[in-house]
């Protein structure tokens, strides 16, 4: 049974094209003994002569002129083999798994740091996932994702916490809590506040005081956005006598269209564009927050990290000159109980 030699191939094509042993042996950076000694170890392993030879001359017989273009394709589809498999390793030296939804896609913090990353460190390249942060969350504690640009909070896992759903290695999955067993960057925070109607009597205020919320309904985001971050605002808006709606579609964007159909209030993670009819407003101790960071998966690869470092080391000179990383909605009070506090302790954090 024949069983092919590259490397016997690659002597049989360059002599055939060379019609010449020596040539071929230069083209290859062989010795002529290697060469000749290759063409007889292919010749005998085929069974027969590929060549007519004379003192003077070599030239393809007709076994060599039939095999010629086969060898010819094997070789070429050989370095395509090659060239994809360095291709491949390369890419896994200098390319990484980015995740950010793609609501996310207009945030200045997205596209400033993205765009700074690629001028500073052009090198290295990332492959975009835009899945929903529920699809992303297990994939980076899983290590099938390596880092992700989410918008929440972090919450400690812990068994005992019957707010906080608790799968796998032991992550919180859902839209807008992650496990702060993972290492971030926040890159800013955000208050959460209420939209109120523009001519309702709440709009008069600057900040609304507690006893205003008594009897006003509240349109809420869903729990799948996190029981752990929707949980607190609830129950703190229950405590005023306010009264929280569960809607059918809870994301931020229907929340808001409802609340402005309505004639009601909505909450406000103050990320998105309000729509008009709505003024978004501070309440009187009502200090929960969204985030917006980078978060480095369990199984993360070095240009992750090359990332993630650069993310830090960007985060930390905009803070030098003065950029907040906080949109304060000018909160008067910082009681009432949140398991959320604003803090300034928060730029890179890990648990």
Known sequence: MFHTDLKLLRSFVAVASECSVTRAAERLNLTQPTVSGQLKELEQSLGFTLFHRTTRSISLNTNGERLLP???AVLQRTEEFRFEVEEMQMAKKTQFRLGAALYTLDFEDRFELLEAFSAAVPELHYVMDNRMQSDQIPDLLDERLDVSLLLGIAVQPS????LARIIGRGGIVNESQYPSTLERVVLRRRPIGLLVPVD?????????????????????LSVEHGEALIN?????????????????????????????????????????ATVPGLKQLPVEGMNFYVDFSVVLGNGANRPARQFFEFARQW????EAIGKPDTDDLTHSSRSGGSPFPISSEHRTAAA
């Open 315 to 318: 985060q930390g000179s905009r």
């Open 200 to 220: 309702s009597p709440l709009a008069e205020y600057d900040i609304i005081p507690q006893q205003a919320l008594a009897g006003q309904r509240v349109a809420m």
């Open 159 to 162: 068994f005992d916490d019957q």
């Open 70 to 72: 086969l060898a010819q």
């Open 232 to 272: 607190p605002i609830a129950n703190f808006l229950l405590n005023l006598n306010a009264l929280p709606l569960t809607l059918a579609e809870g994301n931020a964007f229907a929340v808001e269209r409802y609340a402005a159909l309505h004639n009601t209030c909505a909450l406000g993670v103050g990320w998105f």
